[in-house]
């Protein structure tokens, strides 16, 4: 793990990587306190807790995962309307569609694409 990949980031690439990671902290708090499966949370939050470790060190298949289980967090905080959670759902979901954006910008996607390019000097030798 080297720290000054992410200090080294572009501020939007810092930005999307702090805000999945802050969407999921809030989906997995609420989660835990509002619901009777609390046997999965932990479980989720050691995937979020190794997802957020290759997403610092700007891994471009950590970004396209990142993407789609933000997505997927989408539509299990739709799940919180139904039962009548109104306000949790629509910032569950607001955090979730603004690290997708995020992530899919063009800026972080460049970043994330070039850092993840394997190094032509070591293919060589």
């Known amino acids: 793990y080297r720290p000054e990949i992410f200090f080294s980031m572009p501020q939007k690439a810092k930005i999307a990587v702090s805000l999945w990671l802050v969407s999921w902290i809030w989906y997995l708090m609420t989660t835990y306190n509002l619901t009777n499966d609390q046997d999965n949370v932990p479980k989720m939050a050691i995937a979020v807790a190794i997802l957020v470790i290759f997403l610092s060190q700007a891994q471009n298949w950590a970004r396209i995962i990142a993407v789609m ?3 997927m ?4 905080s739709s799940l919180f309307f139904f039962q009548g959670f109104i306000m949790i759902a629509t910032v569950d979901v607001m955090l979730f569609a603004g690290a997708i954006i995020y992530l899919m910008t063009p800026t972080v996607a460049r970043h994330f694409k070039q850092h993840s390019a394997p190094d032509k000097d070591k293919e060589e030798k």
């Open 69 to 71: 289980i933000s997505a």
């Open 73 to 76: 967090g989408i539509l299990f």
